[in-house]
């Protein structure tokens, strides 16, 4: 189970010459139970993505603490998250030249595993696997495509906590389909959580729960049921709205 305790991150205001510091997160609570998908959505520039990199590690929280089955993770760090059983798909991916996507999978993996099963995660997110399996993680390959490999290796990992940043950003309608497909089966057969930062209703509408994340505050929780409707007809969700459809047709 992962905790978020009164999460609070401030950065300095650039245009202020007193000093001052601007609110991204205010006083973020909740609970990601175990093996529960759950999206946080809500307008741009409300915190989502500074939120999952808090819950990752790669930003440190001004206040407030995160807790892991119990145990203070606060000031651990990506790494040490990582071995927890905490994993983070990046929102645009790291590049790596030199490394196929096959070395990259079995890293993923933490053991030793076959081209064939690598091939069989590449095939789960919409890619040919003989066309990809050999060839470097760099800057040959198209947003999409690194973002669906970034995805298989998440899928290799097999984590308690998968948390994915708009894993639908770059990615083809096609491939989009086939990745409601891909968490919808992470979540069945891994019996792991997974936090998605969504705004789209295709994957709203798979979630068990909903935070809606706006000014740095969480302003609304529960179900599907619950919280889709007043996404789509309240003004709270006006950013939403906008946003919730930007996979490429």
């Known amino acids: 189970m992962l905790e978020l305790r009164n999460i609070c991150f401030q950065v300095p205001d650039e245009k202020s010459r007193n000093a001052k510091e601007i609110g991204i997160l205010k006083d973020v609570s909740f609970t990601l139970d175990d093996n ?3 999206v ?3 307008p741009n520039g409300g915190g989502k993505s500074t939120l999952a990199k808090v819950i990752a590690g790669i930003e440190k929280p001004t206040s407030g603490r995160i807790l892991w089955d119990g145990q203070d993770i606060t000031d651990m760090s990506i790494t040490e998250r990582a071995k927890l059983g905490i994993s983070y798909a990046f929102q645009q991916p790291v590049r790596f030249k030199g490394v196929t996507v096959f070395d990259l999978i079995r890293l993923a993996a933490g ?3 076959s081209v064939a099963g690598a091939c069989e995660y590449l095939s789960k997110v919409g890619l040919c696997a003989k066309d990809y399996i050999k060839r470097e993680v760099n800057a040959s390959l198209s947003g999409g495509e690194i973002k669906r ?3 298989a290796t998440i899928m290799a990992r097999k984590t308690r906590v998968s948390v994915f940043d708009e894993p639908e950003a770059g990615i083809d309608l096609w491939s989009f389909q086939n990745l409601i497909q891909v968490f919808e089966e992470m979540h069945d057969q891994l019996h792991g959580s997974i936090l998605i930062i969504s705004h789209q209703e295709r994957i709203l509408n798979i979630a068990d729960e909903i935070l809606l994340i706006a ?3 969480l302003k609304k929780r529960g179900t ?4 889709l409707p007043q996404l789509l007809g309240t003004a709270d969700a006006a950013g939403f709205a906008c946003n919730k459809m930007r996979v490429r047709e």
């Open 224 to 227: 599907k049921e619950e919280i």
């Open 36 to 38: 529960k998908f759950v």
């Open 111 to 113: 053991k030793e595993i």
């Open 215 to 217: 000014d740095g505050e």
């Open 40 to 42: 946080i959505t809500g």
């Open 149 to 151: 490999i970034e995805i």
